[in-house]
């Protein structure tokens, strides 16, 4: 195989560009992290009804200059954010000027502001040697097919089935797992257009997760999983392709973990966090691993093992050290607190509370995880909300809980939900049964539009703390909906 590779190696490019910092749209971010301007350039998307799946990673890569030109989505976008600039005073080179994309097939993008007909070239990975030409292309910034695909319209169950369908039917995901199951057929080897499948997979399930949760989702994504594993079975020809490969096929099975984690199928979840465990060994990826433990963490906790939850996150904690990601150390340090609290240990939680908040006021970096997106203030006072709860101090859980809630971007509709109903719960238990009860027709509301076994389970205990006190006329009214909301369920 190695000796068929080298005979058929393409020359090396002439002149190979290198890519230059974006100076310009690094200056346009200020003193917000990656992960905070990517929000707001989600924000900004919705203004204009367009989405795009903008990270934080999206964001490193712009400013490293990677993404020379963006696509026509993220152009309407930027000039919507930053009116009165052109493309070329947010640090991108000319559309025109960027060589390498084909004309898209079936898709009918706008003309640039420069005047260029829509099939003009933009940049493009390069090729792999002896891989096939995939039939969507993928663009360096973002695949409008899967963009398109991904847009959530209408009711959770409607937006899922129109992401997933495409992925499981178009693109390299299938077509890949289609051949690798015909044994000696087909020359092509999986390339970066897989790779980038793969990841834009993980990106398109988290942002659907953070608006309709993860009960309408999880029944859609075996197929993506199975599909990008197999890529894996393919083998490929370079080893920066097989990383790729590998981190993505392992953030996907995290990311299909958590929804089922998330919907309440505990022991899914944690077949699926065992299958990206031992694809971050595989590959001798300490970041992949890390992840891997958080999530088996959070899992055990709140499946009822605390002990396997405080060693999971201490694990974690090993396998981060050498990344540089403060924040990072941060979450896994919150993951281990609550393993603290869980057993009951007061003062082993409240030491890895103080640790925690301190990893995490030395501030972002270019070191964090793109898939930590979600961790910023409203994620931190709600770890912590939840150590309290479990240790019993229920005042003091409410208090986090209430800032988590006040804190959390509304857009993230799963999260404000939960974190709401852990304020509910927690004013319930601490003697103020009518103002959880006023929570908690927030939480419903909030339900009409995700959905989540995770917090109908918290609403749940809340309920029947206040069952007592059901006399209350805001009391009784609330139960009375919630029983009506679980009725039309």
Sequence with gaps: MASSSANHRPPPPAHPRRAEPN?????????????????????????????????????????????????????????????????????FTAREAVRGRGARGGVNPPPSHSGTPASAPAERAPRVPGARTPHLSHTDEESDVLRRAFIASGSATAATASAFGPLGALGPLDQARARTGVPGRGSGRPGVSEAAAVEEAVRQIRLLDDRHGADALYRHAAKPLQAAYALLDAGTVRRTVSDRLHAGAGELALTVGWLAHDSGRFDEARSHYAEALATARVAEDPALEAHAFCNTSFLARDAGRPREALRAAQAGL??????????????????????????????????????????????????????????????VAWLEAQCWSALGDWRRAARFAHRAAALQDPHFTRNLALYSAELADDLARSGVPDEAAAVGQKVLDLLE????????????????????HRRSPVIGAFLERHANTVRRA
């Design 23 to 91: 100076l310009a749209f690094r200056a346009l971010r200020g003193h917000r992290s990656p992960g905070e301007f990517a929000a707001s350039v989600r924000r900004a998307a919705r203004e204009i009804g367009e989405q795009v799946a903008c990270d934080a990673r999206y964001i490193g890569r712009v400013e490293a200059g990677e993404i020379r030109c963006p696509n026509y989505a993220y152009e309407r976008v930027f000039l919507h954010m930053f009116p009165g600039l052109t493309l070329s005073d947010l640090g």
């Design 318 to 379: 090993r396998a981060a050290r050498g990344l540089g990601s403060m924040r990072l150390m941060s979450l896994l340090t919150l993951r281990e607190a609550a393993g603290w609290a869980a057993l009951g240990d007061r003062t082993g939680c409240t030491e890895a509370l103080v640790r925690a908040k301190s990893l995490f006021q030395c501030g972002a970096s270019a070191a964090d995880p793109e898939w930590m997106s979600f961790f910023g203030d409203a994620e």
């Design 449 to 468: 539009q995700v959905q989540s076994s995770r917090v109908h389970t918290m609403l749940a205990q809340t309920i029947r703390t206040l069952l007592p």
